[in-house]
């Protein structure tokens, strides 16, 4: 368990060094590549939280088992 926890937290300072270690090495192009997929997949998760959300006059109704089948959460209207 304290592995686990030990290694979560290390991965994000691991990716980080990846990153400085493979932009000194790179050519300028793919630098600008990969900043311009961060920045895409930054604004595609926006995107997607914005399509998903339960509008403010909803009341969210958490995901729960009926009958054996999980049924999703949603908003309800109040």
């Known amino acids: 368990?304290?592995?686990?926890?030990?290694t979560l937290f290390l991965i994000p300072f691991a990716l980080f060094?990846?990153?400085?270690i493979?932009?000194?090495?790179?050519?300028?192009?793919v630098v600008w590549a990969s900043v311009a997929a961060s920045l895409l997949l930054a604004v595609g998760l926006a995107l997607y939280g914005v399509s998903r959300r339960v509008p403010p006059t909803d009341a969210y109704v958490p995901a729960r088992i009926?009958?054996?089948?999980i049924?999703?959460?949603q908003g309800v209207p109040r």
């Open 1 to 6: 368990m304290r592995s686990a926890e030990i």
């Open 17 to 20: 060094a990846a990153w400085r």
């Open 71 to 73: 049924v999703p959460g």
């Open 22 to 29: 493979s932009v000194a090495y790179a050519r300028p192009s």
């Open 66 to 69: 009926e009958a054996g089948k």
